[in-house]
């Protein structure tokens, strides 16, 4: 996540391992295109996770790679 450029929030594990798969099938790289997947937990993880990141992304993110 450090050097993405783009990022996706998927619910859980299922979800995290499919995106490359789904990347595979429509003949796209989430590496070569800079994506990262992260997986949050849960849905009403997303929620929050989008909110902190929207009020101070800079500041969460120092949290978020300490």
């Known amino acids: 996540m450090l050097f993405a450029q783009k990022v996706i929030l998927v619910e859980g594990i299922a979800e995290q391992l499919l995106m490359s798969i789904f990347a595979q099938y429509e003949s796209k790289s989430l590496e070569d295109d800079h994506i990262s997947v992260i997986n949050v937990g849960s849905v009403i993880s997303i929620i929050f996770f989008i909110?902190?990141?929207?009020?101070?992304?800079?500041?969460?993110?120092?949290?978020?790679?300490?």
């Open 51 to 66: 909110y902190l990141i929207a009020q101070n992304p800079i500041l969460y993110l120092r949290k978020l790679l300490a």
